[in-house]
């Protein structure tokens, strides 16, 4: 059972499209994250919900909309794709009060 | 300047080796995490620590609260140890965002 799992893993799609990508923890954990890794290897953090509620918005495009229906989804939402937009975004949770983490294995977005 | 720096950037050993990575951070953080990444691989979480010490098999993982500095050490390297190992600080509290590190890609040789 992996605990924090994303999907889809890959995703080619061409500029202008309109395109989502899902996450979902079965840890428990209430609150859940997406960060950028750019293709410098270079991780970021884009956006935080805890209980369902956005808590972090780091000057993330608003063509960018995450969603969380309950604690143990998160998706991402990305609208009229750049090729800037191309990177891995991964997916992680964590716990009030517990500053550990758990990461999706990623989901590599290319825009062609 | 990046809130947290790793040197080295690149790091290449021979197996068997004894292995240090070490990363500085620039605010007061609640916790210092260290994670490993294969190439075209997940994040796996390798240490949490807020003081002192940890070891896990062949990792150790030490923090210098006073200094704001971290080391990851490696004690006989092996080849599958070759990955990018990223520190992170962590905010904790509400919000408990990582600011990463650039990384050190290592490569040990056997």
């Known amino acids: 059972d992996t605990a924090v799992s994303q999907t889809p893993k890959y995703l080619v799609t061409q500029m202008g499209n309109d395109k989502s990508i899902k996450c979902e923890q079965n840890l428990g954990h209430d609150t859940m994250y997406w960060y950028k890794q750019d293709s410098k290897k270079f991780l970021k953090i884009m956006f935080s919900?805890?209980?369902?509620?956005?808590?972090i918005n780091e000057t993330v495009p608003n063509r960018f909309s995450p969603k969380s229906p309950d604690k143990a989804h998160l998706n991402l939402h990305i609208n009229s794709l750049e090729l800037g937009d191309s990177a891995v975004y991964f997916c992680?949770?964590?716990?009030?009060?517990?500053?550990?983490?758990?990461f999706g294995s990623g989901t590599r977005l290319t825009v062609v | 300047k990046n809130e947290v720096e790793q040197s080295p950037q690149n790091l290449t050993a021979q197996e068997g080796e004894f292995i240090t990575i070490n990363c500085s951070y620039s605010?007061?953080?609640?916790?210092l995490h260290w994670l490993q990444q294969h190439p075209g691989g997940g994040i796996v979480s390798l240490f949490m620590l807020s003081s002192g010490k940890k070891k896990h098999g062949r990792l150790i993982a030490t923090i210098n609260i006073q200094e704001k500095h971290s080391s990851l050490h490696i004690t006989a390297s092996h080849p599958r140890d070759s990955a990018v190992y990223i520190c992170a600080e962590g905010y904790g509290g509400a919000t408990n965002k990582l600011i990463f590190g650039t990384g050190t890609l290592l490569a040990v040789q056997p």
């Open positions: 919900y805890n209980n369902k509620e956005l808590i």
């Open positions: 992680a949770s964590s716990r009030t009060g517990w500053n550990g983490y758990t």
């Open positions: 605010v007061g953080i609640s916790a």
